[in-house]
Each structure stands twice: as structure tokens, then as C-alpha cells.
């Protein structure tokens, strides 16, 4: 799957907000070091939430510290298949990242309140990170 076949509220975080694309989970570390929130869009099928997610991520980005900490992308087939065996998600799904690796995820849409507070407890998890 291309990303032109991509619902076009997820595609924007491409065009408009410059999100990295990950064809593989392994691009990730090639990655700036700020934490990363990473859309797993439910390739190959078309997923009701998956759009609604696409337009809460930059706004959640914001809310949690910004783009100066907080980094976005789409996660291609094969990454979010990796993502998702390894995490054992449902999808659509926002996987955060520090240093490249997983430090844990959300499953589907869920109310405002809710990603702040699970994502927030996330970002603040400790670091196994080392660099």
C-alpha cells in the first residue's frame, strides 16, 4: 500500500505537518531524538477511527510538550505490522517512541482526557534508552 491510498486526513500529516513515513520499525531509530508518536492507520483496511486519529495526533503532540519534543510519523505495512505484533495491538493504534524504541502504545480512539493522561504517563516512563 502507497501512501496515495492513505485516507487523506492521514496523508496530511505527511504533506502538511511534514510527519515521517516509516516503511520498516528499524527507520524509526534513524530518527531525530525527540520522542515520537507514531499512527498506525490500519493499512488495508479502511478503519472508521483511523482518520479521527489522524486529526487528534498534531493537537496532541501540542498538548503533551510540542514539537520541539515530540516528533510524528505514519507507520508504513511493514512497520506497523511489526509494531503491531510486537505490542500486540488493535488498530488503528498511536505507538510512543523514545530513541527509537517502543515505550508503549494506545489502541483506537478514545476520549481527550484519556490520551492525555496515558499518553503523558508514557513520555514520562524512564528511559532504557541509552545513547
Excluded: C
Excluded at 487523506?8 to 520522542?35: F, H, M, N, Q
Amino acid at each position: 500500500m502507497s501512501q496515495d491510498a492513505l485516507h487523506p486526513l492521514v496523508r496530511r500529516l505527511l504533506t502538511e505537518r511534514a510527519y515521517a513515513w516509516l516503511e520498516t520499525a528499524e527507520e524509526a531509530s534513524g530518527l531525530d531524538a525527540r520522542d515520537l508518536f507514531v499512527l498506525l492507520p490500519a493499512h488495508g483496511k479502511a478503519h472508521l477511527e483511523s482518520p479521527d486519529i489522524a486529526v487528534v495526533l498534531p493537537e496532541l503532540v501540542q498538548a503533551l510538550g510540542g514539537a520541539e519534543r515530540i516528533g510524528g510519523a505514519v507507520a508504513g505495512p511493514k512497520a506497523e505490522a511489526s509494531y503491531r505484533e510486537a505490542l500486540n495491538l488493535a488498530l488503528p493504534a498511536i505507538v510512543v517512541l523514545r530513541g527509537g524504541v517502543p515505550l508503549g502504545a494506545i489502541s483506537r480512539m478514545r476520549d481527550w482526557d484519556e490520551y492525555l493522561d496515558r499518553l503523558g504517563a508514557l513520555l514520562g516512563a524512564p528511559s532504557t534508552v541509552t545513547h
